[in-house]
């Protein structure tokens, strides 16, 4: 079953437009919400994560936010560049159990 | 520092063979994880070992899948016979310690199709 649900499926943003990705997770064990990014060919890679303890995690244009009440968090890209286009996975994770969202696939238009 | 190093990076196949993934985790990481991904089902955790030992292996899809870790340096994930819906991107994973917060590294994958 399918315990991280992500949406949209693909996004398409203007350059220097916000990029808005969300999550929801069934599990309340789970601790750890981290965000990865994919480029094609690579492996995923983690771009920045968020543990329930906290509402916001900010890191350059990137913001987390976390609603631990509704099971739900979300990715904000600011001012998007094209370089940000990519596939983004949400996951959350109790302990080394990680569990993926399906992914969304970012386009930055220049 | 070298990362999670996976071979062989592509791979074709006929239905019915054996194949077999291999995976280098990063130095001193204690847990491995195995994950497909495909269009259609995401990223899927297959199986996971700590300090050598399968913890999880809920994630695979059947017998024909199987997966070794004979020492920290080193992991197989085998599929025997090989069928058309295995084709997918196969990626081997580390991470360092249990417990929240643990980054988890990803290798490049191994493309596999099966014809």
């Known amino acids: 079953q399918q315990q991280v649900k992500q949406s949209p499926q693909s996004l398409i943003v203007q350059k220097g437009g916000i990029s808005i990705i969300n999550c929801a997770y069934e599990n309340t064990a789970f601790d750890y919400f981290p965000w990865y990014q994919q480029f094609p060919g690579k492996g995923p890679a983690l771009l920045i994560a968020i543990r329930p303890d906290v509402s916001e995690k900010k890191e350059g244009r990137f913001t987390i936010s976390f609603n631990k009440s509704a099971k739900q968090f979300s990715l904000h890209i600011m001012d998007s560049q094209p370089g940000d286009s990519a596939t983004y996975f949400c996951a959350a994770s109790n302990n080394n159990d990680m569990r993926f969202g399906a992914g969304t696939r970012l386009t930055v238009k220049p | 520092d070298a990362g999670v190093i996976q071979s062989p990076r592509h791979e074709v196949t006929e239905m019915g063979q054996e194949v077999t993934l291999r995976c280098k985790p990063i130095s001193g990481h204690n847990s491995l994880f195995w994950y497909r991904q495909t269009m259609m089902r995401g990223l899927e955790l297959l199986i996971y070992f700590n300090n050598n030992v399968p913890i999880d292996d809920s994630g695979m899809p059947e017998d024909r899948f199987s997966a070794k870790m004979p020492n920290a340096s080193f992991s197989t994930l085998k599929i025997q016979p090989s069928e058309p819906r295995d084709s997918a991107v196969y990626f081997c994973?580390?991470?360092f310690g249990t417990g929240p917060g643990n980054t988890i590294y990803f290798g490049e994958g191994s493309w596999l199709t099966v014809v």
């Open positions: 994973a580390s991470s």
